[in-house]
């Protein structure tokens, strides 16, 4: 029975050709819009989102594409300091697993430890007296992967070996290699070579003890490249204000060791391929910085997500949203126009076999027959244009 419906559907087609084209024709305008306008509003926004990755960030040197996160210590002076285990288990997480987490190749990483700012004495100035002789201000910080971004002017790099001296007040203190930047030796007066201290205070108000901590400059630095994205800071002003660069295992081992308050800024930055970012996957990505937002400070208290792609990709999502409506409105029309050019062709090959009808019912042949025959021809057509079509 539907071996037959499909051969008399077949040959009254072939019998109407010219209007059957017609309206696979029509179908297939249709089915051309209606598919072409999510695939072209999705390419065209693929290719602006790429320009938005691309565009530099005004406000930071890291790309737009990249992720930047920032924990302060003890905003709360009640709080507890940060410990040493605290700081490992976060520094693992966030230094391994982001790219698993936001599904991203990771171009570049970067983990940054600061200290906060200290005064700076001379050698021999006995720091227990009430009238002190202060050179300046500096921090101590670390970043892995300086050397191979910076060119050295004179000099070496420090080595991580700690001896003890004298603290000119008739005790003895630690006493650490750092580098500077040539600016920063240049403001304080200094020489390669010169020795001086960082005087330590506990910020515990319980506490409230000074450390004096002696400091040998051995090296004199610029940055290579100061706009690279390794830096987290301007490379050009940020570190001349006394920073002080020390090894990662001198500043964990031997400084938060030893005074656990010194710990102040922990930052982890990672670049991201923004290659990788595309119309498909952009709503995960920003399901996946909620996310990592969201459960920052549950993996190290008071840990913000500083720098990410997200508000790049809100806009996207925004743009593709009113780029597709702005497309169907348009399209709207042109389908509405097609689709009635289609029911026009159909009532005309209706007229056509009004009389052919009218033979079929008087030789017994039932309504649902009929209009399964018309089903069957209208399922042949549009397979016709499905398949032609894109």
Known sequence: MIYALLAFAGRRLWNNGLLGLSTALGLLITVTLVTAIPLYSEG?????????????????IQSRSSVLLQHFDRPNRDAPPTTLAQYAEADIFFSQYLPTLIELPELRQVSFLQTAIMSLFPLDEDTTSGLRRRIGYGVFFTSPGIQDNVELLEGRGPVSEVVQVSDGSGGQMMMIEVMMTDDAIDELGLVVGDRFKVLYRDPDPDVQTETPIGVTVVGRFIPTDPRSTYWLYNADTAFDDGAMY?????????????????????????????????????????????????????????????????????????????????????????????????????????????????????????????????????????????????
Do not use: H
């Open 246 to 390: 020390i090894n990662r295992d001198v500043y964990l081992e031997e400084l938060v060791q030893r005074f656990p308050g010194i710990f102040y800024e922990a930052s982890w930055y990672s670049d991201f391929d923004s290659g990788a970012i595309r119309a498909s996957n952009y709503q995960e990505i920003i399901g996946n910085l909620y996310t990592l937002r969201a459960n920052a400070s549950n993996i190290l208290p008071d840990t913000k997500l500083v720098v990410s792609p997200e508000d790049t990709l809100y806009r996207f999502s925004q743009k593709l949203f009113f780029l597709k409506l702005i497309l169907f409105i348009l399209g709207a029309p042109i389908v509405a126009i097609v689709l009635y050019y289609i029911s026009l062709t159909s009532s005309m090959v209706v007229d056509r076999q009004r009389n052919e009808i009218a033979i079929l019912k008087s030789r017994g042949v039932g309504s649902a027959q009929i209009v399964g025959v018309y089903v069957i021809e209208g399922l042949m057509i549009g397979a016709v244009a499905m398949i032609a079509g894109p």
């Open 44 to 60: 065209i926004s693929e290719f602006l989102l790429k320009i938005d990755l691309a565009k530099p960030n005004a406000n930071r």
